[in-house]
């Protein structure tokens, strides 16, 4: 959607800052976990508990509770993909908007 005649791309920029934000806020824990996780060898890492009794972002909160490790003996390859599968998709759904902004400021 083009701006009217005369008008500016000032709500692209504004829209831009503001879910690019949101978009940074689920995609930077998300890549650190993920460097984190490789660099330790433990796939499980970013949903398991810490050593002090919390969790990462990644399963921190009650709503992604869900996504807490299982027990060793619980633990499969399935549910470790499912886990990393939603994760990634939270953050390309999350990225669509602010690239459609930025092709737009970009072309015009």
Known sequence: MA???GGSNDIYFV?????GVVWALFAIPFAYHC???AGSGNAWLP???KPGGGYT??????????FRAPTPE???????????GIWLA?????????????????TT
């Open 3 to 5: 701006p009217a005649p």
């Open 57 to 66: 972002f990644m399963a921190q909160n009650r709503w992604f509770a869900a």
């Open 90 to 106: 939270v953050v390309v759904a999350l990225a669509v908007r602010p690239i459609n902004n930025l092709t737009h400021i970009l």
């Open 74 to 84: 619980r633990r499969t390859t399935t549910g470790l993909l499912v886990r990393y």
């Open 35 to 37: 460097v984190r996780a």
């Open 47 to 49: 949903f398991e508990q």
């Open 15 to 19: 829209s831009l800052a503001l879910f």
